[in-house]
């Protein structure tokens, strides 16, 4: 299957929490293929598109998808959390879509190394221009650390174990590819396939890469800011893919929603993640974790001034 093949996550319940009849700009923070971005821009003529990813490699492919509507299109190489002090006009911004983590083109190009169960080096940068790499961090991390990692990011019960190996082998070997460490981790976690189970690697892979794009550095406090920052009535929706991120998504809306002092900036427009159906998780089994949440700015007179 090509990458572009993939459907994007929740691609229906997205745009119509996005509301994307409205004519002005949208905001994709995380274009990956730009399968939502593309699908706005060809179901509303008037809508005009500014696109982030941090990965190059996918830009480019993300602009080809979106030469049809080249002239409404505005792309940057960065890191969305850069959006608020940037000198974008969020006047004519509408809706704001963050759809977070890696995207199956990632996942499935074997020399990123995001994917235990493709041979590749340990690599998991999002963006190249990010020095740090899983085999570095497997290499120069103290024992503490790297437990640390594995507990916090990969919910990892045997994250003590793991990193006390991973001192031990890195003595004598360098460990810097992605079947290495699959290996590894089903030695200490003692692995037999079982249906329904995940395997452990997956966990680690999933610290690893969290740890190595600083993932959820800073996201709480991009949602505040940029709330703060957009016109009333303009929407943001955020899907997640694992409950570290998802937690952190609910608790800022929440308390956006709901201050301890004055009232709210937001309305929560999902009272409940909205996740996929059965439908969407039997065409594409990733789409399985995923949550939606999305808000609405609420009209001035109602903010809590600073
Ligand atoms: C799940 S994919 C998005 C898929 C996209 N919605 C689609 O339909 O094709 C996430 C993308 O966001 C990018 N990304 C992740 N974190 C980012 C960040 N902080 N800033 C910019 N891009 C990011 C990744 O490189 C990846 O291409």
């Known amino acids: 299957m090509s990458e572009r093949e993939h459907l994007p996550a929740l691609l229906e319940e997205t745009l119509s929490y996005l509301d994307i009849q409205r004519a002005g700009t949208y905001i994709d923070g995380t274009l990956g293929m730009a399968g939502h971005a593309s699908e706005i821009l060809k179901r509303n003529p008037k809508a005009r598109l500014i696109g982030f990813d941090l990965d190059e490699n996918s830009l480019l492919k993300a602009r080809e998808y979106l030469r049809p509507y080249a002239d409404r299109v505005e792309l940057f190489h960065a890191d969305f959390k850069y959006l608020p002090d940037l000198d974008i006009d969020l006047s004519t ?3 704001i879509l963050l759809d977070l ?3 199956s083109y990632q996942l499935e190009t074997q020399d990123r190394g995001f994917s235990h169960a493709l041979e590749g080096p340990l690599d998991m940068r999002m963006d190249f221009r990010n020095k740090l790499t899983a085999a570095k961090i497997l290499d120069k991390y103290s024992e503490p650390k790297l437990a640390r990692v594995f507990r916090t990011y990969g919910e990892l019960k ?3 174990q793991l990193a006390r190996r991973i001192a031990t082998l890195r003595r004598t070997q360098k460990i810097e590819s992605t079947t290495q460490l699959r290996m590894i981790v089903e030695e200490v976690c003692h692995w037999i396939p ?7 690697a997956s966990k680690v892979f999933q610290a690893l890469r969290i740890e190595v794009n600083q993932e959820l550095e800073g996201l709480s406090e991009f949602l505040e800011r940029t709330i703060r920052l957009i016109l009333p009535k303009t929407r943001i929706a955020v899907i997640s893919f694992h409950s570290l991120e998802d937690r952190i998504v ?3 809306l929440a308390r956006l929603a709901h201050p301890e002092n004055g009232p709210g900036l937001i309305d929560i427009l999902t009272k409940k993640p909205v996740t996929p159906g059965e439908d969407e998780i039997s065409r594409t089994s990733r789409a399985r974790s995923a949550k939606l949440r999305a808000a609405e700015k609420k009209p001035y007179g109602t903010q809590k001034t600073q």
């Open 93 to 95: 911004v509408r809706g």
């Open 101 to 103: 983590g890696m995207s």
């Open 158 to 160: 045997q994250a003590n």
């Open 194 to 200: 079982q249906k329904g189970k995940i395997h452990p």
């Open 250 to 252: 609910k608790h800022t």
